[in-house]
């Protein structure tokens, strides 16, 4: 054995095989750092990565056989103990090459710049308020928001181009249910629909919708639907140079519609070099029904509600779930029909409850058990059924049964915009929020606007107000985020802007807005000092009372605006003791007055102390 070393170093093999390898890995850090720069496509680093290493048995072998001389390069012989003639040639080699790898590590270490950083904690982002015009699309609320997320795309509303005006659901249909293969997709992040519907109308050009939502590839396409074909035409673009990297026109009977669709996703996850996984492959390949009629049904429904979120009005829920009650009576074993109405009843916790409905909690939560269960019986993989059971436990205050379904939902559904929000505002409730505050940047990735607008929402909770700022600011104007904003602008002592963002909502028609809007607005005004304008809508509040349910928590925030600490507290002893579904976070956010998240002074009483620590889930 002794010999053999010998040999192996009189030979330079040792030598070759350590500059062979500190050549090696310069070459992959210097292409890695250097190639991204010219939009190299990954398989160029791969591709160099995997025949760098297959060399180096390849440069072993030839250092045994070959050696080096001054007649130039000979074939070695086993002499013993003389060493071989360009032995100390090696040195100088080596030691340079070490030198050069110390400083590659120094330039990369110490004088390249940081690449940027995601924030997890409730420290504030690095941001400065937006410039006229701007908006969450264009001023991201963290400082990694410009970066390309990797294996992006986003999917814009297809054009109707049929000529039946009865037909155009499928259009907005078969674009929802593009999503949701693509969604299937872990390796891929695909903007929700919610994030490109603005983009709609075609006015804005590719490469602005690319920059603003941060993705490497747009679609953008058409359907036509008549006398039972349908026509697709589906274009993948690079926003860089305008070019269509995949273009197909799809001309088929509709009972070939969802074979369409998953092939598009393939020719997507395709096309971006995303990793397929044979279960997300055998996932997106597998219809979810057989019935052409119940197919239509599904479509239809999806075109009516965009987003399955509590402030969708009841009127077109009902309508929403009569068109997936007759699919389902087409088709028993349409498992997603079946999880959207789990998700859509759920939702009815948290919505401001008409009196004239006579279905109470305990209806309700029948009726998502009983869907979200016939859901996850025909396919155990629907995160989003789970993610049902999540809102149903937590508006009954059930925090560990909420908690292991929105996990669940999440592991199963990593991409779902909603299950990531629906999660993060539970962790929000649960006093977690750097978890909270991590889902949200996620959710922020695939919807701008409403993933920022929660991750205000849970810096808010933790008390970073600074932060929660200026993510509202970067927002686009709307009711609920605008009182929001006014609220912790109040509490930060700019109390000019908020007065300015209350009087801009009282100039807007609002008819649609909840009773949680108004007693909040309401607050908003008390703690500015403006009891005639809090007056104002405490009275409005009263007359929705006539309509809707309004919670007892909601009427503390009522109570508060016109500094009545007796009833404010009355009420919320009252929450705290009956526990009453629906009287927890989400419908009365009741969380930001259980942790005075806006400093109010009657909150910090000793009596507002006490029942405030038996409020939210900490107090079971």
Do not use: C
């Not at 937006?130 to 990694?144: F, I, V």
């Amino acid at each position: 054995m002794a010999s053999f070393i010998g040999e192996l170093k009189r030979r330079n093999v040792f030598k070759v095989a350590v500059s062979y390898a500190i050549v090696a890995w310069l070459s992959i850090q210097i292409a890695a750092t250097v190639l991204p720069t010219f939009d190299a496509p990954r398989w160029v680093i791969q591709t160099l990565t995997f025949f760098v290493i297959l060399g180096f048995p390849a440069a072993v072998v030839l250092a045994w056989a070959y050696e080096v001389t001054p007649e130039g390069i000979k074939r070695a012989s086993a002499t013993s103990g003389e060493p071989a003639a360009g032995n100390r040639a090696w040195n100088p080699v080596v030691i340079g090459l070490l030198v050069l790898a110390v400083a590659f590590l120094a330039v990369d270490n110490y004088l390249l710049p940081d690449g940027p950083t995601t924030v997890l904690d409730g420290s504030a982002p690095a941001s400065q308020p937006p410039a006229p015009g701007e908006t969450a699309a264009s001023l991201p609320a963290d400082s990694n928001a410009r970066e390309v997320l990797p294996n992006s795309v986003a999917v814009l509303p297809f054009a109707n181009l049929s000529p039946d005006p009865d037909n155009a659901y499928f259009a907005a249909g078969i674009h929802e249910t593009v999503l949701n293969e693509l969604a299937k997709i872990r390796d891929l992040n695909v903007i929700a629909r919610t994030s490109v519907l603005r983009y709609a109308d075609g006015s804005t050009p590719i490469e602005q919708i690319a920059r603003e939502l941060r993705v490497e590839v747009v679609m953008e396409g058409s359907v036509q639907y008549a006398d039972d074909r349908v026509r697709i035409t589906a274009q993948l673009i690079d926003p860089a140079t305008g070019s269509h990297l995949w273009s197909e026109i799809y001309e088929r009977d509709f009972a070939d519609l969802f074979a369409i669709q998953s092939d598009i996703a393939s020719r997507i996850a395709a096309t971006l070099e995303a990793q397929l996984l044979p279960s997300e492959r055998a996932s997106i390949s597998k219809p979810p029904t057989t019935s052409r009629e119940a197919q239509a049904l599904y479509l239809r429904a999806l075109a009516t509600v965009s987003d399955l979120s509590p402030g969708t009005p009841p009127e077109l829920s009902a309508e929403f779930q009569r068109y997936l009650d007759a699919a389902i009576e087409l088709d028993p074993t349409f498992a997603r029909a079946y999880a959207l109405k789990a998700v859509d009843y759920a939702s009815y916790f948290v919505r401001a409850r008409r009196v004239s409905e006579t279905a109470g909690p305990a209806d309700w939560e029948r009726l998502v058990r009983e869907s979200a269960g016939r859901a996850l019986e025909l396919d155990p993989t629907l995160g989003l059924a789970h993610a049902a059971l999540g809102r149903m436990h937590e508006v009954h205050w059930r925090e560990p049964e909420a908690r292991s379904a929105y996990a669940r939902a999440y592991e199963l559904s990593p991409n779902d915009r909603d299950v990531l929000i629906d999660f993060s505002f539970f962790n929000t409730n649960a006093g977690r929020y750097a978890e909270a505050i991590e889902l949200a940047q996620r959710a922020i990735e695939l919807d701008p606007v409403y993933g920022s607008a929660v991750l205000a929402f849970a810096y808010t909770r933790s008390g970073n107000l600074v932060a929660a700022r200026e993510v509202y600011r970067a927002l686009p104007g709307s009711t609920g985020f605008t009182t929001r904003r006014a609220l912790v602008e109040a509490a930060l002592g700019n109390e000019t802007q908020a007065l300015a963002l209350l009087r801009g909502l009282d100039q807007q028609r609002d008819d649609a807005a909840t009773p949680t809007d108004v007693a909040s607005r309401a607050y908003a005004y008390g703690r500015l000092g403006l009891d005639a304008d809090a007056r104002r809508l405490v009275a409005r509040l009263e007359g929705l009372a006539a309509q809707y349910r309004v919670s007892p928590a909601t009427w503390a925030w009522a109570s508060l605006a016109l500094r009545d600490r007796d009833r404010a507290l009355e009420l919320l002893t009252t929450v705290a003791v009956e526990r009453v579904p629906n009287d927890g976070a989400w419908g009365s956010s009741l969380g930001e007055l259980q942790v005075n998240a806006y400093g109010d002074p009657i909150l910090d009483e000793p009596e507002f102390i006490a029942v405030r620590s038996r409020l939210g889930f900490a107090a079971q």
